[in-house]
């Protein structure tokens, strides 16, 4: 077979242009497919979309050229906090207080906007030689001992050694090529926005437990913070029917004062939460990254990075094949990427889902008991550093491009 490509990646979300460069600075010659329209993925204005970046995946963009681009956007997380609450009553006075003093390498993690984040890997994508980029959708996609084919709404067809999906939870790529998913749905509804406020933040990141769900608020460049705010399905649903000025009525009793006013900054936007695993990782000459592999809840923020991870993982794994002058899309090859990530990706999955039930209740034991669990936590410095370093992203079987 004569390829197009070495490698197509189906998807240009996030994590698709995050594997597109240094897959390419290895010398592959990669097309990203997206069937988002250009307009779509170039917007500039702040619409309220934020991403948590761990430490270990911001050494990875920096690896690969992005952070330099972004460095200038980007909000350092200095403490996490984290406690039980109830909506106008305040905090627990038992929680955690993890600190980026206690570790040696800097913050635990940065706050990035999406327009900032989403715009470097499309500036990057344009400048990176060995990169293509085609806008349109694949509706059918064939393997074979040689290669495979990918097809294109418009009839076009493109050829290639690998196809790599990075095309979200609904993975057409994955679908197409027959991988099962299993999860559940939580009941539960996440509403994301910005806010802005009258005090500093002073690079703390809060998380509350409260009993329909958490909240986070998680700070941005200046007196802004992001919000992820779980609620039940129904509540979600009444509070998306209000208006701008009943919606901060809502949030402002969960919020608390300790930040002084606060009014909406953005768009609001909401999504349904649920565990969502594809049962493999991997297909004939196909792999699957980010979204398409997994899909977990936002509790502690894992979700980007998790596919970052992924991207570091399946990088190495493909260079170090090619080096060794293997097929890059051969069984042995891609068992290996799965063999790495499956650990990993059902050990978060299973603590996302688990502090999700334990904290997402009302049971005056269950408060009690993990009540008393975080303060144990806190009054322990070398427990608190491995859940610092765990925050971090800097614990595990970490790629080359996460490491320091």
Not at 34 to 54: E, N
Not at 61 to 74: F, M, N, P, S, T
Not at 270 to 283: K, N, Q, V, W
Not at 285 to 304: E, F, N, T, Y
Request: with cysteine; glycine share 12%.
């Amino acid at each position: 077979m004569t390829y197009d490509s070495d490698i197509a990646i189906v998807g240009g979300g996030l994590n698709g242009p995050a594997l597109a460069l240094p897959l390419a600075q290895a010398g592959f010659s990669v097309t990203v497919i997206d069937a988002l329209p250009a307009p779509d993925r170039h917007a500039k204005d702040f619409d309220g979309r934020a991403y948590a970046l761990a430490h270990g995946s911001m050494r990875l963009l920096d690896r690969i050229g992005i952070w330099e681009r972004i460095e200038d956007h980007a909000q350092p997380m200095l403490e996490i906090k984290v406690s039980d609450g109830h909506a106008g009553a305040g905090p627990s006075p038992l929680g955690l207080h993890f600190d980026h003093a206690e570790i040696e390498e800097g913050p635990m993690g940065y706050m990035m906007e999406d327009r900032h984040l989403r715009g470097a890997f499309l500036d990057a994508l344009d400048d990176q030689a060995g990169v293509t980029q085609i806008q349109a959708r694949v509706v059918a996609q064939e393997v074979s001992h040689t290669g495979a084919v990918l097809t294109l709404e418009d009839g076009n067809v493109h050829r290639t050694r690998l196809i790599i999906g990075c095309d979200g939870r609904a993975s057409g790529t994955a679908a197409r090529a027959g991988i099962t998913r299993t999860g559940w749905d939580y009941g539960q509804t996440a509403l994301v926005c910005a806010i802005e406020h009258e005090l500093p933040h002073h690079g703390i990141a809060h998380q509350f437990f409260m009993p329909e769900g958490p909240l986070a608020i998680l700070p941005l460049l200046g007196n802004r913070s992001s919000i992820v705010w779980s609620e039940s399905q129904e509540n979600a649903a009444a509070l998306n029917r209000l208006n701008e000025a009943g919606y901060m009525a809502a949030l402002r009793p969960r919020f608390g004062d300790f930040l002084g006013d606060i009014a909406l900054a953005g768009q609001r936007f909401s999504y349904p939460l649920a565990l969502t695993i594809a049962d493999s990782f991997i297909g004939e000459r196909l792999a699957l990254v980010g979204d398409a592999a997994h899909g977990m809840h936002p509790i502690a923020g894992q979700g980007l990075n998790a596919g970052l991870r992924d991207v570091g993982a399946l990088v190495q794994v493909l260079r170090d094949a090619n080096r060794r002058g293997e097929d890059i899309a051969s069984s042995m090859v891609l068992a290996r990427y799965q063999s790495w990530r499956r650990f990993d990706t059902a050990t978060l999955a299973m603590a996302t889902d688990l502090t999700n039930k334990l904290f997402s209740n009302d049971n005056p034991l269950l408060r009690l008991g993990r009540d008393i669990g975080m303060g144990v936590v806190n009054a322990l410095p070398a427990l608190r550093r491995s859940f610092i370093r765990e925050a971090a992203g800097l614990t595990g079987d970490l790629p080359d491009l996460m490491r320091g």
